[in-house]
């Protein structure tokens, strides 16, 4: 055997698992080509950055640092702010470590810091329900660092999904392993940076009607979310308005569909706002009638609960959600789209599935950075209805396994 070989078939163990040496080289390469991929892109400046983030770090940096904590956004010019205070806390932490820096390239490196622990984690769920694949699991964490979703969200936007979104996986792998209490603190601290955390709540209830979260740990979330406002009030904030914040958002928008493929997308947009108020309620029922049948028809059929299932289950639901609800940005489905990665490695035929989420992603995403040559968003709503139909199929499939052959 040559040297070269013997290198790189050796062994180490780190966290009791055991990788090759030719399992961390390509690890260590795809994390440093998918840093300076980022890092391409870090000139780039979205509108949302320009029109939010940049109006933010300038605020901070006119209030002098803490002090900016404590200002009512909306009563003056002095503060904008509009997110929950968690990453308000980030802003002011960067004014304070930045050094002249300049504040885009800061509030990128934030989130591109979390992508890694995104794609971690993703390594993570992959080892735990492929039992133990490390090949597999550091493939899934090569693709996290280049998957457009996971690049264009940070390197490009500036957005800040990856955040939130590294706090719900950690929450997703804990409830496949069995922890519900280090679920709900991970789901609790998702949560607190954005509510479409929520998103991951129709999973968690009907694994729990499948016995298979224990829904006592659920006080995690107010508790997490009533401490992290603490700061914020001593530096002079409002409770009861940080309580509301999400309340708030909510009534922000009323386009039906916010740039996301949903079934919106056929409705125009020419109608009254007071219409559009009256859809948007009705698809809020309807979306939760949906759910509700698809938990009465889990819970009533017996079958095994793998970790396969519930990587599939937590797809569906949060696309489901996306699809069915109103007022959904392209970036909603942000982590159904982490997941798919996992979902492919279990099984390469679903590769499918994973690719066309990613370019529905890359279309939506375009349009709103550089301007799409794509107008019209229904073709892509059917995609979606098609890619969705594809997962619902898998899932009923799965639930075919009889309960008794569980461990």
Known sequence: MRFIDKLLDAEAEYFKVRFRMVDLIFAAVMLAL??????????????????????WMRECHEAGGFAYLGIQPGISDASTFDYNCMFQYI??????????????????????????????????????????????????????????????????????????????????????????????????ISYSFKQQAVFLLPFIIILWLKNKIRLRYVFWVPVIYVLSTIPAVIAGRNFGELLGIYGNQAQMFSRLSMNYPSIYTIITGKIDVDTRKMVIHAGVICTVAILGALAYVIRNKKFKVTGDYMVTL???????????????????????????????????????????????????????????????????????????????????????VPEESND
């Open 34 to 55: 998918g840093l300076i991929f980022r890092l391409s892109l870090y000139d780039i400046a979205s509108g949302d950055y320009t029109l939010s983030f940049a109006d």
């Open 91 to 188: 802003i002011v932490l960067l004014h304070y470590i930045g050094g002249g820096v300049n504040d885009m390239y800061l509030v990128k490196t934030v989130s591109v810091i979390f992508d890694v622990v995104c794609a971690i984690t993703i390594g993570r769920i992959t080892y735990e329900v492929t039992f133990g694949d490390v090949r597999k699991s550091i493939l899934a964490f090569g693709c996290i660092m280049f998957l457009p979703t996971s690049v264009l969200n940070s390197g490009a936007w500036a957005q800040n999904d990856a955040i939130f979104g590294a706090f719900l996986l950690l929450a997703f792998l804990h409830f496949v392993k069995g922890n519900s209490n280090r679920g709900f603190i991970y789901l609790a």
């Open 314 to 400: 937590a797809i569906f639901t949060i696309l489901l959600c996306c699809f069915c609800l109103p007022t959904m940005h392209e970036r909603y489905a942000y982590v159904a789209e982490l997941l798919a990665v996992v979902y492919a490695m279990l099984n390469y035929k679903r590769v499918a599935v994973c690719i066309f989420l990613q370019v529905i992603a890359m279309i939506t995403y375009t349009r709103f950075l550089f301007g799409s040559t794509v107008t019209i968003l229904w073709p892509l709503t059917v995609a979606m209805l098609v890619i969705m139909l594809a997962v619902g199929r898998d899932l009923y499939l799965q639930m075919k």
